[in-house]
């Protein structure tokens, strides 16, 4: 009688161990589905790297950014952000800047990104406008006067005027004068024969070829040499906002300096922060960034925006691709890779 009266209390305390359990799993679940989720209004953090003239934009942009994720999220993004020159700031994330977005002056530059194992091939379809954020043309910068009289690319040939223009080796913004030179001769019926002399004789009339094109502002502006700078025309535009008013041209022939955008895939999926990134990135694309971005002098992407500011911009009435002249693969091969068209110029040059 005893043994089974140990068995039924088992039995008894079996049963409430179990109701028990089975009222705390249901009050953890609704506590779970109640309280707010730690992981995903948790800070998140994007690193944003880019080359300096975007500086100014970004400054408007990032804020507006993330108040808007705060709104749709509860979520705050802080950034870090890296400015420099677009051949530099390649090198960087290459050699392990951890960049969740990267912002450079051309396709180019990207692409090494790309070779490094650091984006997925394609990445231009992953944006809007194949992935080019903003735009902009080459423009030459005069003296006070313009006492030479520069109006098109052919017054740089004149022999008493020097040019100012950074090396194409080293420089990505150089890379876009060079072939706006090019350009201006083969985009308007002219031979490569002739491209090549006409181009031949504008670097014949530069004493020097600096770094990047920041140091060629620096050598024009500042060190005042030389009688006209090549430039982008955003540049010019951001130098007279900063009281560096001097007179330019923008040719009406001219080169689309197109600057492309991208995700870090392999960053971002390391960090766990893609969902931000790729909503950073086509938050670029909307009207309210692309008014920062044409503030500041670039030529914006945006159709309505483009209308806004259309105005501010002088009319192109020749305005020619890379992918006019073959592509970036053609081009670097045709032009800048050693023992290419630029350094048969160089030696031509010194030669003489």
Known sequence: MGLWRNI????ASWKKFVSLFLVGVGLSVAIASCAPSSA???????????????????????????????QQHNQNVLFNE????????????????????????????MKKVEKAGLIQPGWENEA???AIVHKSVAAIVTR????????????????????ITANPKTS?????????????????????????????????????????????????????????????????????QRGEKLPYIVPKVNISIDNPIAVVDRNVD????????????????????????AKVGFRPVDPTVEQEFANKYPKIETLFTVQD????NTVQRQFFEDGAEFDKIQASLATR
Do not use: C
Request: hydrophobic share 40%; glycine share 8%; aromatic share 10%.
């Open 128 to 130: 809007p406008n194949n």
């Open 40 to 70: 995903q209004n948790r800070d998140v953090e994007i690193t944003l790297v880019s080359y300096a003239v975007t500086k100014a934009a970004y400054k408007e942009i990032i804020p507006q950014f993330t108040a808007m994720w705060k």
């Open 172 to 240: 990505g913004g150089a890379r876009w004068n060079f072939l706006a030179l090019w350009g201006a001769i083969k985009e308007t019926g002219g031979s490569d024969e002739q491209a090549l002399n006409f181009t031949r004789e504008v670097y014949q009339n530069a004493p020097v070829l600096p770094r990047d094109a920041r140091e060629a502002s620096d050598v024009f502006f500042n060190q005042e040499e030389g009688d006209a700078l090549i430039n982008y025309e955003n540049e010019v535009i951001l130098a007279a």
């Open 270 to 293: 390391r960090h766990g922060n893609r969902e931000v990134a790729e909503a950073f990135v086509q938050f670029l694309f909307t009207p309210a960034a692309q008014r920062e971005f």
């Open 144 to 163: 006070e006067g313009n006492p030479h009289g520069i109006q098109t690319w052919s017054d740089l040939t004149k022999n008493n005027v020097r040019v």
């Open 8 to 11: 039924l209390g088992l039995r």
């Open 325 to 328: 002249l073959g592509g970036w």
């Open 82 to 109: 890296s400015y420099g020159g677009s051949g530099a700031q390649t090198r960087a994330v290459v050699d392990g800047l951890d960049a969740d977005v990267v912002a450079l002056a051309l396709a180019l530059d």
